[in-house]
């Protein structure tokens, strides 16, 4: 459980770090190389946050067992009926 804990921050974490270099490579304001630089690490925090979330559905499938199902749009809600 203590590894939920460390995670879910670090989460958070990266999604603001991702957050404010989305913010300066949208302002142009950068230099080419500190643009690319700024660039590859958005590409790795976003792979590192996908695989935390990844990870965190599979823990939360695990939890739940044969009782997780798929949430459905409202359309497919609404062909149902």
Do not use: W, Y
């Not at 460390?6 to 404010?20: G, I």
């Not at 270099?21 to 946050?49: M, N, P, T, Y």
């Amino acid at each position: 459980m203590n590894s939920t804990r460390r995670k879910l921050p670090d989460l958070e974490k990266s999604l603001a770090e991702l957050e404010t270099i989305v913010e300066q490579l949208e302002s142009g304001d950068l230099a080419l190389e500190k643009s690319l630089k700024e660039f590859e690490r958005g590409v790795r925090l976003s792979r590192e946050c996908q695989l935390a979330l990844k990870d965190a559905e599979h823990r939360v499938q695990q939890l739940m067992g044969a009782e997780l199902k798929d949430f459905a749009s409202p359309d497919e809600e609404a062909d149902a009926d």
